[in-house]
């Protein structure tokens, strides 16, 4: 069965410092693979999406990330983080053969120090 | 209105109450989807209807009962719930084509069930 993996629960940096949130996938094939962000009392937006092309993705907000079909990882970044970017992260993976269906991660919460 | 609207966002109901979800959305989509997001736990998804017709139930509670009257309208009707469901119920909308589509989302209903 298909899964995601975000190893990080909870992630803090310093505002103006990269960041790097992790994602894993299980799957046998090239998967549709997904970045969402929840801000407290809000839904997910999308920040950014991969089905095919480009292995590295450019998103809103500054964000992008990189496919790597040898790691089944799907990990986002951003280079300079704004305190705006505090918020729950979450990676997803769609299978193409099972209509809109997406697997979530567990959702990685990034705090930003001043 | 734009995007996908939800209402109540906050609701509290006993367990012998009988309350309804609401979602709606303004971007012609044709596929609705209900999620449940509980603290800690990834997104599960709950229900899918796609051109009105129900393609999905992820072995949810009968205490749960959608209903799709059109493709801008999705409902989800709560009756004896438990103090286990309370939750945040997010709503989701795609364009479904022969593949896969983003979602997106409304802001999501509180429920606390006491």
């Known amino acids: 069965a298909q899964s995601v993996t975000q190893p990080d629960i909870h992630i803090t940096v310093s505002e103006g410092a990269s960041l790097e949130l992790r994602c894993n996938y299980s799957?046998?094939?090239?998967?549709?693979l997904f970045w969402y962000v929840q801000s407290p009392g809000q839904g997910l937006q999308l920040l950014l999406k991969y089905f095919s092309g480009d292995t590295l993705v450019q998103g809103i907000k500054g964000f992008e990330a990189e496919f790597k079909r040898s790691q089944s990882s799907f990990n986002l970044r951003k280079p300079s983080v704004h305190w705006s970017d505090a918020a729950e992260y979450f990676c997803?993976?769609?299978?193409?053969?099972?209509?809109?269906?997406?697997?979530f991660g567990q959702g990685t919460e990034l705090s930003v120090k001043p | 209105e734009t995007g996908v609207t939800q209402t109540p966002r906050h609701l509290v109901m006993g367990m012998t109450n009988k309350k309804s979800l609401k979602c709606e959305q303004h971007?012609?989509?044709?596929?609705m989807y209900w999620y449940k997001q509980s603290a800690k736990k990834p997104l599960e998804l709950m229900f899918v209807?796609?051109?009105?017709?129900?393609?999905e139930n992820n072995s949810v509670p009968s205490r749960f009962s959608p209903e799709c009257p059109n493709s801008s309208h999705l409902f989800l009707h709560l009756h004896t719930l438990q103090p286990e469901d309370s939750a945040l119920y997010l709503c989701a909308s795609s364009q479904e084509t022969q593949g896969v589509e983003e979602q997106y989302f409304g802001p999501g209903t509180r429920l606390t069930v006491t």
């Open positions: 799957y046998g094939a090239t998967p549709y």
């Open positions: 971007l012609g989509h044709n596929a």
């Open positions: 209807y796609n051109f009105k017709e129900q393609t």
């Open positions: 997803a993976v769609a299978t193409g053969n099972q209509g809109g269906k997406l697997i």
